[in-house]
């Protein structure tokens, strides 16, 4: 996710650019940069870091022109430098583009472009977008973009100056979004509402497949294939703080309905159609993954309860011992790492400290260690062996969610991938997981649609003080992420068990009216996860289950119950996730909590 912002009008660009990015942050921060046309030539001034940087830059020496795109960057592709920042150009500097997404293909164009002579100045795969719009280009930028997009797969936003036709601007939206704003003899071009709220609230939404040509008085939509499209303008009533949280009152629920969104990112152009598997940062030596004895994952928090969903995907389908532990804990413990083994590190950030400690003692201790991040560039990135990004995004809320179902999805590639080379996952076992985990995105996308069903169980949750989460196998790692969401933000005790385990001494606690959330959807424990309902049922607990759509059985038991479609169970916690990550935010909004800064509580916690 990256933010763009364009404008054509008879200011200066540049300022009304960096303006827009400012309020575009969310979508990515890492690198920032502004192209200007100034009548005669284009001209580009682009920072590593927080766009502050490129602002005091830009103070300095400032970019006459009015006709300009710009770009925050949340990196994919290529490290978070100031060459890999946006906007990138043809070597020429004709053309010059942003974009936000993925090209999937690009390793295939930058190669056909490169046999014929280009030389690239970064990582990216926008380069290769200029070097192929530049190639197209004979006179008229919206031809040479939708010749040079035909060419190009990937869900991405792209938008192209050319240095030819001043005060023209040409988009594409291939899935990312993209909006015009229309104002009095001046246009602008964004992501996202925010960055145009200031100067306009006419609005016209892109959508997807659809390319973009606007110029100072005028705009235009058509389809790729050149149909032109008529759109109504709509009049945008948002404030300009709602509209940053995409209409949404938090970013936590913004980034829980951005799961469908972010799950397709992570398995854009890794998992074909045809079921080929391409983890490019993933570059095992020969062998390696075959001759696999152990597996460790460490981690903390939230990321840790993906690993421990990571331990048992690895076991079942690997048949290699994995272990899932508290990085802090790890780091100390003397564990019996060795050569041979891969250590997976798990960290939205990147730069949880405790996660880096553990993971630099598996790797002096021989271990390979592969990173399982959502930031580029993090200091765990640099120091791993092999990386998988996570793709979901910047995270704003404090409280995780998108960044924890991302890290599951990478889990399930991984798995894939390492147990294909160990042959050891049955042909119609890996055909299955490919399908369902394709189907994935549209299937989260169905549990948000329970969403006021859980805010209505939400509403008996509000006076208690203490909640259980149990369930059993994959279902217990699901209810331990589901009750730290639940006291994060919601201050109620809660704890997550095994469902085997409430009889050892937490059935002490349960009596009439206590909530208990159940996780039931793996049917070797069922039965077993059924007597324990029964158990806390007779002390009078009030039992809240998340199940199957087509278990019939479980109304007989539960007083509620939220369902999810029907995935193969080893994927279940993709799906099942997403309901208690709403039951917790409707209980803590109920109970009128600071949902994205819940107190005592940091995003990153980079200390020991
Ligand atoms: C909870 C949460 C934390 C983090 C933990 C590790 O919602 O976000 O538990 O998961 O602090 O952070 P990262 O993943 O950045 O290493």
């Known amino acids: 996710m990256c933010g763009i912002m364009g404008y054509v009008g008879p200011r200066d660009a540049a300022p009304i650019i960096i303006d827009g990015l400012k309020r575009l942050e969310y979508r990515g921060y890492d690198s920032a940069g502004v192209a200007v046309h100034d009548g005669t030539s284009l001209t580009v001034a682009k920072a590593e870091g927080k766009l502050g940087r490129l602002a005091a830059m830009l103070a300095e020496h ?14 994919t592709h290529g490290a978070p430098n100031d060459r890999n920042a946006h906007p990138h150009t043809d070597p020429a500097g004709e053309i010059v583009v942003v974009h936000n997404g993925i090209i999937e293909n690009f390793v295939a164009l930058k190669e056909n472009l490169a046999a014929g002579g280009a030389d690239f100045s970064s990582e990216t795969d926008t380069e290769v977008l200029a070097h192929l719009i530049a190639h197209e280009y004979q006179g008229d930028l919206l031809e040479a973009v939708r010749r040079a997009v035909g060419k190009a797969e990937g869900a991405y936003a792209l938008v192209a100056m050319s240095r030819r036709e001043p ?25 996202d509402v925010p960055a145009i709220l200031h100067h306009t609230r006419d609005i ?73 598997l391409v983890l490019d940062k993933v570059d095992f030596p020969d062998g390696f993954g ?81 990173a399982l991040t959502n930031v580029v560039g993090s200091t765990l990135s640099r120091e791993a062996d092999d990386i998988l990004y996570t793709r979901a995004g910047p995270e704003i809320a404090v409280a995780s969610t998108k960044a924890y179902l991302t890290m599951l999805i990478g889990e399930y590639l991984l798995a894939l991938a390492i147990g294909r080379e160990r042959r050891v996952i049955a042909a119609a076992t890996d055909d299955e997981l490919v399908r369902a985990l394709r189907g994935i995105p549209v299937k989260i996308g169905e549990v948000l649609k329970t969403d006021q069903e859980v805010e209505a169980i939400a509403a008996r949750f509000v006076g208690h003080d203490d909640v259980y989460f149990i369930g059993r196998g994959l279902d217990h790692a699901v209810a331990m992420e589901g009750s730290l969401k639940m006291k994060e933000i919601s ?91 709403l039951l917790a935010y409707h209980v803590a909004v109920a109970r009128g909590h600071d949902i994205d800064q819940p107190r005592n509580l940091a995003k990153s916690v980079t200390v020991e």
Not at 63 to 70: A, P, Q
Not at 205 to 221: H, S
Not at 244 to 269: C, N, V, W
Not at 501 to 527: I, M, N
């Open 62 to 75: 400032p970019l006459v022109g009015s006709c300009g795109i710009g770009h925050t960057r949340w990196a």
């Open 167 to 191: 005060d023209r601007i040409v988009a594409v939206r291939m899935i990312s979004p993209l909006v015009i704003g229309i104002g009095k003899g001046e246009m602008f071009l964004a992501s």
């Open 204 to 276: 016209v939404v892109v959508e997807n497949g659809e390319m973009v040509d606007i110029t100072p008085d005028g705009w235009r939509i058509e389809t790729l294939d050149g149909r032109p499209v008529d759109r109504a303008m709509l009049e945008i009533t948002w404030s300009a703080e709602q509209a940053e949280r995409g209409g949404y009152p938090h970013f936590m629920l913004k980034e829980i309905f951005e799961q469908p969104q972010a799950a397709t990112d992570t398995l854009s152009g890794r998992l074909d159609e045809d079921g080929s």
């Open 290 to 370: 075959r001759d696999l004895d152990k597996i460790w994952i460490t981690a903390c928090g939230t990321a840790l309860h993906a690993g421990h969903v990571g331990k048992v995907v690895f076991e079942r389908l690997l048949r290699v011992p994995t272990e899932a532990a508290f990085a802090h804990e790890l780091r100390y413990a003397d564990p019996l790492i060795a050569p041979g083994s891969l250590t997976i590190a798990i960290s939205q950030s990147g730069e949880t400290a405790d996660t880096l400690a553990a993971a630099g003692l598996a790797k002096n201790r021989g271990s390979r260690l592969l």
């Open 491 to 581: 201050y109620i005790h809660s704890e997550a068990m095994p469902a085997g385990e409430l009889k050892h001494g937490t059935l002490a606690l349960v009596t009439a009216g206590t909530p208990v959330v159940v996780v039931l959807t793996q049917k070797e424990v069922y039965d077993k996860t059924v007597s324990a309902i029964q158990e806390v049922k007779a002390r009078g607990a009030l039992v809240i289950a998340v199940a199957y759509e087509d278990d019939t059985e479980i109304a007989k038991h539960a007083d509620e119950v939220l369902r999810i479609p029907r995935v193969p169970d080893l994927l279940s916690p993709v799906l099942a996730i997403v309901p208690l990550q």
